[in-house]
């Protein structure tokens, strides 16, 4: 039986005790790796690297670490590969016994412009909290001791920010103990294109330290189970570490807790117990049906699929509801669809996608849990098609978005996806899209997956390949050992929060190459 709670933003939200004790009983097993720093390194400023810094080693870590550090002295470590979890470290003193604690600070980064440029000068319109700093102060030594929070990095920055002059600090051992609830081995790759092997063990890596107790969008920022995320995490998840009871997991945590007319979060917190936040967006609850219609497709598990067949057909009708009486999504400033990060896009076409290519999958899904009810879907899906060509424009010969009639990327892109027209016709449309390179571009990784979709739907294979090589083989080019959540490689600083410090480098929905390279053989 549900209960009717409420937020704290005064929005009635329902609660589902069955579903999240179902999501409790598949909480994954984690599992644990020790790691240790491989060098001490310093930093150089570089305007040639990606965001003006690279480094050079100045010793291994087990030999620089052999060195006493006094007050404001400081040291980077090098650990060669990102990883989520828990730092250790154990420290001793040399000269008089210490009589005052020693204050050490500690700054991890994921890329090196985290280490090098200071939190301080910091003016993103994200929290502060999220820039990975540690103050520890230690009052007994010597002593060994484990960080309070789990920390996400490859590099990592030790200050000593105080001790008293009669003694000096050794820091006689430190360790990475990191986590994830991914298996530890998945079938190998077996592309013979040297570079998109590269990208896919990058990929695999984006998504084993994005699997944890659900499958986060990012393990540094935001630590989050968001639908987005999930819906290209399965994906991934399905052509590697096959996990689908977390898959499973976590469309029980979004069935769980919903608004109170059924709509699911963009996003679950799980701790200190699962809590919908209320941030609702257009497309992010239709892919609702996409990944339960995935996860069906891949398992075979129809009764999971019956079971939640009702809140998958909810997000339906909910869409359907801001539909005009010609089957085109109403476009008002009352509304988010995410679609991309970018302020100047125009959502009204690329959401007309959305909505199509997830109302097939809807009757996918009906024809397994609802028969009767796949001729009124079909008919509903006929009329927004006829709606969606409304937005095309055939003397420019690509879709248009919105009042102003706005060509973008995104909107070509979803229309393909949506299945508007025959073969030929989406053909069509990709290669105008690729001829005119509207203004209205692609700022993520996000939008980047969808678009080699649609290329490998209109069967441009090559083109396909070339793009993934072009955008995420920028990212290896660039030093990347997971790859980011942004990146425009035009402008490789470029962050909507206002700091490429904020800025997530391990990012769930920039795994997908993995899936394209395994899925297609590429």
Not at 416 to 443: C, F, K, W, Y
């Amino acid at each position: 039986m549900s209960q009717a709670i409420q937020s704290n933003s005064h929005m009635t939200m329902m609660r589902e005790p069955v579903f999240l004790n179902k999501a409790a009983e598949l909480t994954p097993v984690i599992r644990r790796r020790k790691t240790c720093p491989l060098n001490a390194i310093r930093l150089c400023e570089d305007p040639q690297a990606v965001h003006g810094w690279s480094m050079e080693p100045i010793d291994t870590a087990d030999a620089y670490l052999q060195k006493s550090f006094s007050t404001g002295d400081s040291l980077i470590l090098d650990f060669g590969t990102h990883g989520v979890g828990w730092l250790t470290f154990a420290c001793d003193y040399t000269g008089s016994p210490p009589d005052a604690p020693a204050h050490l600070r500690f700054t991890f980064g994921e890329t090196l412009c985290e280490i090098a440029e200071p939190f301080s000068e910091y003016e993103g319109w994200l929290s502060s909290s999220w820039l990975q700093q540690h103050d520890e102060y230690i009052d007994v030594i010597p002593s060994t001791i484990q960080l309070s929070r789990r920390y996400c990095f490859r590099y990592l920055k030790i200050t000593v920010v105080s001790l008293s002059p009669k003694y000096q600090l050794r820091l006689t051992d430190v360790t990475f103990e990191t986590v994830s609830s991914a298996p530890e081995t998945h079938p190998a790759c077996d592309t013979r294109d040297a570079q998109l092997r590269r990208i896919d063990e990058i990929s695999v890596l984006t998504l084993r330290n994005c699997m944890q107790e659900v499958f986060e969008d990012g393990p540094k920022r935001d630590r989050r189970l968001w639908l987005g995320d999930l819906r290209l995490q399965a994906l991934v998840n399905n052509v590697t570490f096959k996990n689908h009871d977390l898959v499973r997991r976590c469309l029980y945590l979004f069935s769980g807790h919903r608004r109170e007319d059924g709509m699911v979060s963009a996003n679950i917190f799980t701790r200190p117990h699962v809590i919908a936040d209320d941030t609702f967006l257009f497309d992010y609850s239709l892919f609702y049906v996409d990944i339960l219609n995935d996860y069906v497709l891949e398992t075979q598990d129809v009764a999971t699929a019956k079971e939640l067949w009702p809140i998958a057909l909810r997000q339906i009708e909910l869409a359907l509801d801001r539909c005009d009486t010609d089957g085109l999504v109403t476009d008002s400033s009352d509304w988010w669809s995410f679609i991309d990060w970018h302020e100047k896009l125009n959502k009204q076409g690329p959401s007309q996608g959305v909505l199509i290519y997830c109302l097939h999958k809807a009757i996918q899904l009906a024809q397994i849990c609802q028969p009767e009810l796949c001729e009124r879907l079909s008919a509903t899906l006929s009329r927004l098609m006829a709606g969606a060509r409304r937005l095309w424009d055939p003397a420019r010969g690509l879709y248009v978005s919105g009042a102003e009639r706005q060509i973008s990327y995104a909107t070509q892109i979803w229309m393909v996806l949506a299945d508007i027209g025959d073969g030929a016709h989406q053909r069509t449309v990709m290669e105008n899209l690729l001829h005119s390179s509207p203004e209205i571009g692609m700022n993520t990784p996000y939008m980047r997956h969808h678009f080699i979709a649609a290329l490998l739907k209109t069967g441009m294979r090559e083109r396909a390949i070339e793009e993934i090589k072009k955008y995420w083989g920028k990212m290896v080019e660039y030093g990347a050992d997971t790859f980011w959540e942004l990146f425009d490689p035009e402008h490789p600083d470029f962050s909507p929060y206002g700091s490429k410090l904020i800025n997530s480098y391990c990012h769930a929905w920039s795994c997908t190459p993995s899936w394209f390279i395994r899925q297609y053989g590429l």
